[in-house]
């Protein structure tokens, strides 16, 4: 455990409550946040300090677990008050543009039209993108995407970043997790699967996908942290919450995109998920560094850290 937990300084505090209207967060939100985001952020401090490089911090959560705020609340704090500079990336920035899924459904198997599993990102992009943030010194083009739309953002909309930076947050709903075994395949975890994946190629595709390019990008990660659902029940629930909050945000903007879900889609959606879902909240509590425990209400309930090569202070 770090010798001390710092407290977050006015300015810290401040741009957290901004954070937290401008992501419409619950108010028990910013509560959480000053019991359990300090303790990770020394750690990570130290952990930046030791290596004395660029560190790239993964965040593993399954859908609506709240990744994308816990990488802002983070990097706020690493930027103001410890004055490390910070970009956050997700994962779902290095999605596959709409046509190019199109083309894979056609190609490989029809469910890859869907974004989401492993082999619909452009990992050698998400390679690039980490190693020119630790190592070049000039301007570098963050990629991104528009789920509203469903589809890459156009390079005028793309924001910049100054290189080399201090901290590289990489956030997503499989950061970390490993593949599965074979003879786990083999049984549809859902209808999704045992109706349009009756063979098991796609999930088949996918682990091997998840198997290849994916770990040399999770090896890049110094540390991991995992913000751990309590089941696999509770995300359905919470993804429609971030897709109407998703919503909220284009009707009050140009008005919705045609990448807003229904219920009944999200469902769907979900489905796509759910095999790699419930085989890292199996697998990764025991391999990630940092475990912040989720409970039913969407409250961080308890962390837990793990001793090994990264952190030594435990």
């Given at each position: 455990?770090?010798?001390t937990t710092p407290t977050p300084d006015s300015?810290?505090?401040?741009?957290?409550?901004?954070?937290?209207?401008?992501?419409?967060?619950?108010?028990?939100?910013?509560?959480?946040?000053?019991?359990?985001?300090?303790?990770?952020?020394?750690?990570?401090?130290?952990?930046?300090?030791?290596?004395?490089?660029?560190?790239?911090?993964?965040?593993?959560?399954?859908?609506?677990?709240?990744?994308?705020?816990?990488?802002?609340?983070?990097?706020?704090?690493?930027?103001?008050?410890?004055?490390?500079?910070?970009?956050?990336?997700?994962?779902?920035?290095?999605?596959?543009?709409?046509?190019?899924?199109?083309?894979?459904?056609?190609?490989?198997?029809?469910?890859?039209?869907?974004?989401?599993?492993?082999?619909?990102?452009?990992?050698?992009?998400?390679?690039?993108?980490?190693?020119?943030?630790?190592?070049?010194?000039?301007?570098?083009?963050?990629?991104?995407?528009?789920?509203?739309?469903?589809?890459?953002?156009?390079?005028?909309?793309?924001?910049h970043t100054r290189a080399p930076r201090d901290?590289?947050?990489?956030?997503?709903?499989?950061?970390?997790?490993?593949?599965?075994?074979?003879?786990?395949?083999?049984?549809?975890?859902?209808?999704?699967?045992?109706?349009?994946?009756?063979?098991?190629?796609?999930?088949?595709?996918?682990?091997?996908?998840?198997?290849?390019?994916?770990?040399?990008?999770?090896?890049?990660?110094?540390?991991?942290?995992?913000?751990?659902?309590?089941?696999?029940?509770?995300?359905?629930?919470?993804?429609?919450?971030?897709?109407?909050?998703?919503?909220?945000?284009?009707?009050?903007?140009?008005?919705?995109?045609?990448?807003?879900?229904?219920?009944?889609?999200?469902?769907?959606?979900?489905?796509?998920?759910?095999?790699?879902?419930?085989?890292?909240?199996?697998?990764?509590?025991?391999?990630?560094?940092?475990?912040?425990?989720?409970?039913?209400?969407?409250?961080?309930?308890?962390?837990?850290?793990?001793?090994?090569?990264?952190?030594?202070?435990?």
């Amino acid at each position: 455990m770090p010798a001390t937990t710092p407290t977050p300084d006015s300015r810290v505090f401040d741009q957290w409550q901004s954070l937290a209207r401008t992501e419409l967060l619950p108010p028990q939100w910013l509560a959480d946040t000053l019991q359990y985001v300090p303790e990770l952020v020394a750690r990570l401090v130290a952990q930046q300090s030791r290596q004395q490089q660029t560190m790239v911090v993964g965040i593993n959560g399954a859908q609506g677990t709240g990744k994308t705020t816990l990488a802002k609340t983070i990097a706020i704090m690493l930027e103001s008050q410890f004055h490390l500079k910070t970009t956050v990336l997700s994962l779902d920035d290095f999605y596959l543009s709409r046509q190019t899924r199109q083309q894979l459904g056609r190609d490989v198997h029809p469910l890859l039209t869907t974004r989401g599993v492993p082999g619909t990102h452009d990992i050698a992009q998400a390679i690039a993108t980490v190693q020119q943030l630790r190592s070049t010194t000039d301007d570098v083009v963050l990629p991104g995407f528009d789920k509203a739309t469903d589809d890459c953002l156009p390079h005028a909309r793309r924001q910049h970043t100054r290189a080399p930076r201090d901290v590289i947050i990489l956030e997503g709903w499989c950061i970390g997790v490993p593949p599965q075994d074979i003879d786990a395949l083999i049984e549809p975890v859902n209808t999704l699967e045992a109706e349009e994946d009756a063979d098991g190629y796609w999930r088949r595709h996918v682990n091997d996908c998840l198997a290849g390019s994916y770990q040399d990008l999770f090896a890049c990660i110094d540390y991991l942290v995992m913000l751990k659902a309590p089941s696999f029940d509770c995300i359905q629930a919470w993804r429609s919450l971030q897709e109407s909050k998703l919503a909220a945000r284009q009707a009050a903007g140009d008005g919705a995109g045609s990448g807003i879900m229904t219920p009944d889609t999200i469902m769907r959606f979900i489905q796509h998920y759910e095999r790699l879902t419930r085989h890292a909240l199996s697998t990764l509590p025991e391999q990630a560094d940092a475990v912040l425990c989720l409970d039913a209400e969407h409250r961080i309930c308890a962390s837990n850290y793990h001793y090994n090569s990264h952190d030594n202070n435990h």
